[in-house]
């Protein structure tokens, strides 16, 4: 995520960088998520629009960042893979291992540190959502 490192970046690095939120989402003292949330998740969600039915969303755990998921077509990683990619583009990394598509979330998982995931979700064989985030995430890669 360029100058973003999940598990590092702080809620000001990712202000500085990206701008104040769309939308901001904070989990209940009780551990529910707030209504109208786009993922269901434990911390602090912010929600960037990019376009219609384009937008990033950045997890934080306390004041870092621990998750990141986007339908951003824009953003480009390993220098061939974004949203909109065939699979077989998105297989193609050294590296990279596709879950299968009999599985709840199909999707293509490259290499990260341990316990960290780096994945592209594919549905139509096309990637359709990028996913990165630290062990203890606030939101899962299929957003529930």
């Given amino acids: 995520m360029g100058p973003l490192e999940i598990g590092v970046a702080t809620m000001s690095k990712v202000?500085?960088?990206?701008?104040?939120?769309?939308?901001?989402?904070?989990?209940?003292?009780?551990?529910?998520?707030?209504?109208?949330?786009?993922v269901n998740f434990s911390g602090s969600l912010w929600q960037y629009i990019c376009g219609f039915g384009c937008y990033s969303l950045y997890g934080f755990t306390g004041q870092v960042l621990t998750a990141f998921g986007s339908t951003?077509?824009?953003?480009?990683?390993?220098?061939?893979v974004r949203v909109g990619s065939s699979l077989a583009v998105a297989k193609s990394v050294l590296g990279a291992a596709f879950s299968g598509l009999e599985v709840q979330c199909p999707g293509v998982n490259y290499p990260a540190p341990k316990g960290y995931q780096f994945?592209?979700?594919v549905s139509s064989a096309k990637v359709f959502y990028w996913y990165q985030a630290a062990p203890d995430a606030g939101f899962s890669a299929c957003g529930s």
Avoid: H
């Fill in 72 to 80: 951003d077509p824009a953003l480009v990683a390993f220098g061939r």
């Fill in 15 to 38: 202000r500085l960088l990206e701008g104040a939120p769309s939308r901001v989402f904070v989990t209940s003292a009780s551990g529910a998520p707030p209504g109208g949330s786009p």
């Fill in 119 to 121: 994945t592209a979700l």
